[in-house]
């Protein structure tokens, strides 16, 4: 509940500024936990002050912050507060701090932070997504993963910032390589093993024809011959290729629900072939389409655009000078490979290969495990839990990064792995199945002791979280976040024992538990992973 707290600190910094207390909200922050004594629980910066104009610049920055924090006076609400180098600390009330929390916590556990007054510019309109896109008549290969995991973070994030969304599937379904898999298919295929490994059988076919026409002119003649006749709509050509992204839909959804990710539409290359037309005239009819040498036709971005050479900048550039005024909204969230994903399988990495390497060695450590509970479906807690692991070993860095993927450590129980976000999540579930969720938070005062304080303190920064996850769509502000809170959760349960104490302090620490754990659930929901109650 920032919100409540950074407003009651706004109203006593206008009154001391003569400003809206609108200006000093997005100023306001909460203090990260560290193992240090924490100075206080909100903080401002007085550079940021003088900075937006709330308060005069002063050539001494610590008078300046000195004179500022003495005007403000402690209440019921702030205890103290304190002058730092630059910078303006405020010591909070811990029981209201409990208290407010908590109740908004256990009263609207699915929407907690997400109507902050720091998020209210985000909410509303549309955003469209477009994310996955891997080639059809190929299998999924583990290169679209980082595509798909990131795609479904971005639109998961939006939705419950209140945006609209619609997740397209943008496929790989036309083209000269659809033209090779199809001349192959006429000459290496067979339906029959169509019908029992259809994506495999594919695979091998476009090996196998891309091989052969390296040094068999004919083949890439028959290549171009029956993608023209895709052009002209040819009953046979169509007919196969139809056939194919059927099979390859089918295919792709199942790993996708495997996943827990959906799209509201499946699009791809062929849909806008008879809109490529319109396109080009448009381009032309603006002075946009020059021809080369070789005959070919390019929208020329050598003066305008000579720094980027993105594609993704390009398209972009192409769109705002065609006059799309929504073009500047267009982002592209770039990022880099990962190495070393290897499976039993071989070299060649498919998606489906890597979920099955995941799930084969996390049940392999579960049964290994003294913790592991009896579990109803072990296949399918392991699915989830390898699931979860993969996803946060993606997320841990900046998007642009390259890695390089060990299982070993991916499938490690202790750090910062998908394992130990989800083993505190069953630890959790399993503390309140034992004594009980559904009591009201009553009597807080017994979670003033560091161990609560702290937990209390790092959900504070739960919505400047989701805003900067919003504002560059990276997904480690989110995973830092979800860990930290692991950590201090992991401590907490060791030392605030619910069993053997008394009555009132044990409903207390099951509040705060009960309260963490549904935090806890709706990043890992926005992040894609499924908790899972038992591990």
């Given amino acids: 509940m920032a919100c409540f707290f950074r407003r009651t600190i706004a109203q006593q910094l206008a009154k001391v500024c003569g400003q809206s207390e609108d200006v000093f909200i997005p100023l306001i922050c909460a203090v990260p936990v560290s193992k240090k004594r924490s100075v206080g629980d909100l903080r401002v910066s007085v550079n940021s002050l003088v900075q937006n104009g709330a308060v005069l610049p002063h050539e001494d920055l610590q008078k300046n912050t000195e004179t500022l924090a003495k005007q403000i006076k402690p209440n019921s609400v702030v205890e103290d507060v304190i002058a730092a180098p630059g910078m303006i600390y405020f010591r909070l009330n811990k029981l209201m701090l409990a208290q407010k929390v908590l109740k908004q916590l256990r009263s609207e556990p699915e929407t907690f932070g997400l109507k902050s007054e720091l998020l209210t510019h985000l909410h509303g309109g549309r955003t469209l997504v477009e994310f996955s896109s891997p080639n059809v008549a190929k299998k999924f290969h583990a290169g679209h993963l980082r595509s798909t995991f990131i795609g479904n973070f971005i639109a998961n994030l939006k939705k419950a910032l209140g945006k609209e969304v619609i997740r397209v599937n943008y496929l790989g379904d036309w083209g000269m390589q659809f033209g090779l898999l199809g001349a192959g298919f006429e000459r290496f295929g067979c339906q029959q093993k169509l019908k029992v490994q259809a994506l495999q059988h594919l695979y091998e076919v476009y090996v196998q024809v891309n091989r052969e026409a390296e040094h068999d002119d004919n083949l890439r003649l028959a290549a171009a011959a029956f993608f023209r006749r895709l052009e002209q709509k040819e009953h046979q050509a169509l007919s196969l290729w139809k056939q194919l992204v059927e099979i390859t839909l089918e295919e792709y959804k199942r790993i996708y629900e495997r996943l827990g990710v959906h799209f509201d539409h499946f699009s791809g290359e062929s849909f806008y072939q008879s809109q490529t037309q319109n396109v080009l005239k448009d381009l032309k009819s603006r002075g946009l389409l020059k021809t080369t040498q070789k005959g070919t036709a390019v929208v020329d971005l050598s003066d305008a655009d000579k720094s980027q050479s993105v594609h993704f900048q390009q398209l972009f550039h192409i769109l705002s000078v065609m006059g799309h005024q929504w073009a500047h909204r267009c982002v592209h969230v770039a990022f880099g490979r990962v190495q070393g994903m290897s499976t039993r399988r071989g070299d060649v990495i498919f998606l489906e290969d890597v979920l099955e390497e995941a799930r084969s060695r996390m049940l392999n ?9 009896d579990l109803e479906d072990p296949e399918e807690t392991a699915e989830r839990i390898g699931i979860s692991a993969v996803v946060i070993q993606d997320f841990k860095g900046p998007l642009m990064s390259d890695y390089t993927f060990e299982w070993d450590k991916v499938l490690q129980a202790q750090g910062d792995t998908g394992v130990f976000l989800q083993y505190t999540h069953a630890r959790l579930s399993s503390l309140l199945n ?16 560091s161990r609560s304080v702290s937990i209390l303190q790092h959900l504070l920064r739960y919505d400047e979280i989701l805003l900067q996850s919003a504002t560059d769509l990276q997904p480690r502000h989110l995973v830092n976040f979800l860990m930290t809170l692991c950590h201090l959760v992991s401590s907490a349960h060791r030392e605030l024992s619910v069993k053997g104490s008394a009555p009132d ?11 963490t754990r549904s935090l806890l659930a709706n990043g890992m929901r926005i992040l894609g992973i499924i908790p899972v109650d038992k591990m």
């Avoid at 034992?434 to 002791?449: A, K, N, Q, V, Y």
């Fill in 434 to 449: 034992r004594f009980g969720d559904e009591m009201m938070c009553g009597d807080l005062s017994p979670l003033t002791d």
């Fill in 365 to 373: 450590n579960m049964r290994e495990s003294r913790t592991s509970k």
């Fill in 505 to 515: 302090v044990a409903q207390a620490r099951l509040c705060l538990f009960s309260a």
